[in-house]
């Protein structure tokens, strides 16, 4: 009890003095965050607060984790580990990190596990899987793309992921290394009296007995990272506001004339290949121009075609390398 008195006597005494002298502001250390408090505005328009550099990660899209290892940030939970380790080795993991599930339907007890400092998430993650992850540790939601600005939102994602971790200087070093790389390519493919090529490039599913293609528009990442390098777009059908991405099949081929034709599979997933597996017998295909020719790339597998700088360098060798053949 005599120390709880002295306590309320000192405070007494403290508030007095602040009086005296015409103030009634708190004490500092109780008014200000701590010097590493970070404050962060996420695509839905919340406030992320974090005491510091978030240290212990969890990642539910594959940008994101490309972002994190390209920062010098080990995740410490991916959605599909396996599936990252096909589909992007640009960027390849420097740890083991824990599986938390399927990029749409990450596991909230997997995450709930790890207890992490932040999740970095997307909009394409369904509303109530975040407001379950809200409930589990921060959550910093990125916009998961911009067909208005692809590079411009896919470098945005990236500068608030380097804020989230301390690693802002590693974010400048990244973009200049992008740019450079752009230069760079697009520098290589005049040389080559490459520029103004058209270049359509596609990815491709097999469902079934059904082949689905899907043109990459000039609002896809890879798209505008084209249209850097100084190639032109081909492709007429409309892409999606986020992604850029069109739907086509094999007759809708026909449309695009002599051109050269690029895309990317991965020989761990079967349905993913489609030109070079279920389409090589099809008589519409064989008898698409730019077939005939010669003119179509299989670029190398590893290459996310939605990453972050590493893929996208990645990307620009790739196609250099193809069109200087």
């Not at 109530?128 to 998961?144: F, M, N, S, Y």
């Not at 850029?244 to 034709?261: M, P, Q």
């Amino acid at each position: 009890m005599r120390r709880l008195l002295l306590t309320a006597a000192t405070a007494t005494a403290a508030a007095l003095a602040l009086s005296a002298c015409g103030t009634t502001e708190p004490a500092a250390d109780q008014s200000k965050k701590s010097a590493g408090h970070i404050t962060l505005t996420g695509a839905s328009g919340s406030k992320v607060e974090l005491d510091g550099p978030a240290k212990k990660v969890v990642g539910t899209e594959w940008n994101v984790v490309e972002h994190l290892v390209s920062l010098g940030v080990a995740p410490a939970g991916i959605a599909d580990v396996k599936g990252y380790k096909s589909w992007d080795k640009a960027a390849p993991l420097k740890n083991e990190p824990k599986d938390i599930g399927t990029r749409g339907e990450p596991s909230m007890d997997s995450v709930a596990a790890l207890a992490p400092d932040l999740i970095v998430a997307t909009s394409d993650l369904p509303k109530a899987a975040l407001t379950q992850l809200r409930k589990i540790a921060p959550v910093l939601q990125l916009k998961a793309a911009d067909a208005k600005d692809p590079i411009g939102q896919m470098t945005a994602d990236l500068d608030l992921i380097a804020k989230a971790t301390g690693t802002t200087e590693r974010a400048d070093q990244l973009k200049k290394g992008f740019e450079a790389k752009l230069a760079q390519g697009g520098q290589e493919l005049e040389k080559a009296g490459r520029k103004g090529t058209e270049f359509a490039f596609a990815d491709g599913y097999v469902n079934g007995s059904q082949v689905a293609i899907r043109p990459y528009t000039g609002g896809s990442l890879v798209g505008a990272v084209n249209e850097k390098l100084g190639l032109k777009n081909p492709w007429t059908v409309k892409g999606d506001a986020s992604y850029g991405l069109g739907a086509t099949d094999v007759e809708g081929l026909t449309k695009l004339g002599d051109v050269e034709f690029g895309y990317i599979g991965s020989d761990e997933d079967k349905t993913s290949n489609p030109f070079s597996g279920a389409l090589a017998d099809n008589a519409v295909w064989k008898s698409l121009p730019f077939v005939k020719a010669g003119k179509v790339h299989r670029l190398p597998d590893g290459v996310w075609m939605f990453g972050g700088t590493a893929s996208m360098e990645s990307y620009v060798d790739s196609v250099v390398a193809a069109l200087k053949k």
